[in-house]
């Protein structure tokens, strides 16, 4: 069943999960029992199976025997897969049987391998779920009731099958099925800013997950949990070393590491990504240059992909960070990121792979606006790059700030396909500290109006190709698990790799219903609690917002990217600086980038350049990114400008703080060691959402002059 944002709530699963979801009360065994909770240490992400309390007498009886066709090594994984986790969904094994059918059978296969599943006739209904979908359905066979998940490949099966788990997990009813499932996006890919000597640059939970010094020998058990865990998602690629990238992750001997991770993953349809540093020509094959139109260039990567193909022959493609923070490219050598995008096209279009290309570029002889620049160099760029090229776009125009309007490019660039990069890890949202659940976040960019083709023309529908046709659709997340037992550092974290995973698969899913199933499959099916922690989850981004940056403001950081430093003024940039951004001085505050300031909403299209330009209709959320006020003034609320940003970060600190009492009062339905490594968290964030409220407002009042109004 796919449910639409506004669906979801007209349900009433937003409100009634307390009680009731999907016609089963919804009760954890814990609730039932008081025996004490089993402490967890979070490794097992949403895959716990958790006995989904009185739904499981249900489920009994539909899921009494399981038959997995085919015997490659993705059927192997679904058979295992079914049968732990029903075997701990329901308390008892169920047996498989090989072939004929029984009252109750969960029948799993395609037409390759199952002469079962061609026999049914699905391939119209089949054909429209495409090489990734699936259909997952309650029939009768041979006078049988049973459930079958079909798929057209293996790697498909493999979805339905955890989509089918995700139901039972999430108390569900499964008895009566009729879904239809495919992906609204081609790419959706894992970006691990793993370096070669194992550390991870933003990264907050632990080393790298990949073991150089071992590969390709011996192979981590984490090599294959974490590719389970992204099937499980339906995340189908991971670019798994940093975009500042090291030269030598293309060299002959960690290739054959990189082919040994790649084998474990295959089965999962995870497949292999790696970011070429574009000086590799020359720092790594010994050439005089890395000038893109320079034959001998453009031959070492081809001799390049070739390799990497014979070793890897799914090899996905290569991301690019380019001319960007230091990095080299091909304007290093008077060429266009086009040239730059296209040597690495050629070289592997006849393997069929891609290069995704950043478009995280912010040299300053473009404009003195950050903001304006990417737009700037990629916008006249459009239409020159080769068809296996896609340009990756943060969010924002900025850098994962914690509310960004959407990055102009989204419905600007036409002929070009463009790919969404956002970022799980939280480097701007408070890394693995706090409890920032970034479900909304994304929902806020997807459901932003760009008006390329009149109303409507919202981001997410710009990702998915239909308001200009795409060749290769896509979003990545930059999600750095790393070796801490529970792979994200803080619990909640983990809730921003689940969302990341849904919305690829769905841009258009609540995230209320992503926080809603995720809390079940990863804490509890009590409903009151799932309520409790849904609610949290829901509030945190804009809690994190109003005490850090609120109103708009942005970068107002310094190196570490965590604590305020809003006078932060000296870095080897002024755009790494704080007060290039928010500008404040006696007069006022803010960033004027109207038409009469310069210029940046004009890179939007119409009407959004108009809304966002004009001071009585920008929504106050982007007010000071977009302009510039004097202290004094009149906002919507009837305060004054300086009150309301006081107004903010006291509101902050309180919902900061609310956020803890509320998970202390969660204490016994949570198992108690999660649930004390989540308060610690909570009390660093409380701590810190005062220093942010103090530190904030009292620089600014050295500007604005006026007392800080005590919190109301
Ligand atoms: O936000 C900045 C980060 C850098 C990162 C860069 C990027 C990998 O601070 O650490 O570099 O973004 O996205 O390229």
């Known amino acids: ?124 209904d089949l054909g429209a779920v495409g090489d990734e979908g699936f259909i997952i359905r309650s029939t009768r066979v041979g006078n049988k009731p049973v459930t079958v998940i079909a798929a057209n490949t293996e790697i498909g099966a493999l979805y339905g099958s955890f989509h089918f788990l995700r139901l039972m997990q999430t108390g569900r009813p499964i008895g009566k099925l009729d879904i239809a499932e495919r992906p609204a996006l081609q790419l959706r890919l894992m970006n691990h800013w793993d370096n070669p000597d194992g550390t991870i640059e933003r990264g907050y939970a632990g080393r790298s997950l990949w073991q150089w ?67 590799a020509p020359v720092t790594l094959g010994g050439l005089a240059t890395a000038d893109p139109l320079d034959q001998k260039v453009a031959g070492w990567w081809k001799a390049k992909a070739d390799e990497i193909y014979g070793l890897v022959p799914d090899f996905g493609g290569f991301l690019v960070k380019a001319n960007s923070e230091g990095q080299p490219g091909p304007k290093t050598y008077g060429r266009t990121h086009a040239d730059g995008a296209n040597v690495l096209a050629d070289a592997l279009a ?197 005490y850090t940056m609120p109103l708009g403001l942005h970068h107002m950081i310094g190196g570490d990217h965590y604590a305020p430093q809003p006078w932060n003024d000296r870095a080897p940039r002024a755009d790494w600086t704080a007060v290039y951004y928010h500008q404040a001085s006696t007069d006022g505050i803010g960033f004027d980038r109207t038409k009469r300031g310069d210029g940046a909403v004009a890179q939007y299209f119409p009407p959004v350049c108009d809304l966002f330009d004009d001071i009585s209709r920008c929504p106050e959320k982007f007010l000071l990114w977009f302009h510039r006020c004097a202290w004094d003034y009149r906002m919507k609320s009837g305060k004054i400008l300086w009150d309301e940003l006081c107004a903010k970060y006291h509101e902050g600190a309180k919902q900061a703080a609310a956020l803890q009492t509320t998970w202390q009062s969660l204490a016994g339905k949570i198992d108690p060691r999660r649930h004390k490594e989540v308060a610690d968290r909570l009390a660093i964030q409380v701590a810190d959402s005062a220093k942010w409220r103090d530190q904030i407002l ?6 604005s002059k006026r007392p800080i109004p005590p919190s109301s």
């Open 350 to 546: 006849p393997h069929k792979g891609n290069v995704i290309w950043r478009a995280f570029v912010y040299d300053d002889d473009i404009d003195p606006d950050r903001a304006k620049r990417a737009y700037i160099e990629f916008m006249r760029l459009d239409g020159k790059f080769r068809p296996n090229v896609v340009i990756q776009v943060k969010n924002g125009p900025i850098d994962f700030q914690p509310r960004e309007p959407f990055h102009p490019l989204f419905g600007g660039m036409k002929q070009t396909p463009v790919i969404a990069e956002i970022q799980a890890t939280q480097e701007y949202l408070g890394q693995a500290k706090h409890l920032v659940y970034l479900g909304t976040m994304w929902q806020e960019f997807f459901d932003s109006d760009t008006f390329a083709k009149g109303p409507g023309s919202t981001v997410a529908k710009v990702l998915v190709g239909r308001i200009h046709p795409s060749r290769i659709t896509g979003m990545v997340s930059v999600t750095n698990p790393g070796t801490d037992a529970n792979w994200c550092g803080h619990h909640f974290s983990q809730a921003n790799w689940y969302a990341f995973g849904r919305l690829a698969w769905n841009p258009e899913l609540p995230a209320e219903k992503i926080a809603d199933e995720w809390t079940r499959m990863t804490f509890t099916n009590d409903g009151k609690t799932v309520a409790v922690i849904r609610d949290m989850m829901m509030g945190s981004r804009e809690t994190f917002v109003n």
């Open 213 to 279: 010094n071992e590969l390709p020998g011996k192979l981590s058990p984490r090599y294959a949990d974490y590719a389970r865990a992204c099937a499980s998602l339906g995340i189908n690629g991971a670019v798994i070393n940093n975009v500042n990238a090291d030269p030598r992750m293309l060299a002959p001997e960690t290739l054959r590491k990189v082919a040994a991770l790649a084998d474990v993953w295959r089965p999962y349809g995870v497949r292999m990504y790696l970011c070429a540093n574009f000086a």
């Open 698 to 703: 009292q620089y600014f009042a050295g500007f």
């Open 1 to 124: 069943m796919k449910l639409s944002r506004r669906e979801f709530v007209a349900a009433g699963l937003a409100g009634a999960a307390g009680l009731c979801v999907g016609g089963y009360p919804t009760r954890s065994n814990a609730a039932e029992s008081k025996a004490p909770l089993p402490d967890e240490d979070g490794y097992r992400l949403w895959l716990r199976y958790a006995p989904p309390g009185d739904a499981a007498k249900i489920y009994r009886k539909v899921v009494q025997q399981i038959r997995v066709d085919g015997d490659s090594a993705t059927m192997v994984i679904i058979r295992d897969e079914l049968r732990s986790a029903i075997a701990a969904l329901l308390g008892n094994a169920v047996p498989r049987i090989e072939n004929g059918l029984a009252d109750g059978t969960v029948i799993v296969g395609t037409p390759g391998n199952s002469a079962l599943i061609r026999d049914l006739k699905w391939a119209a």
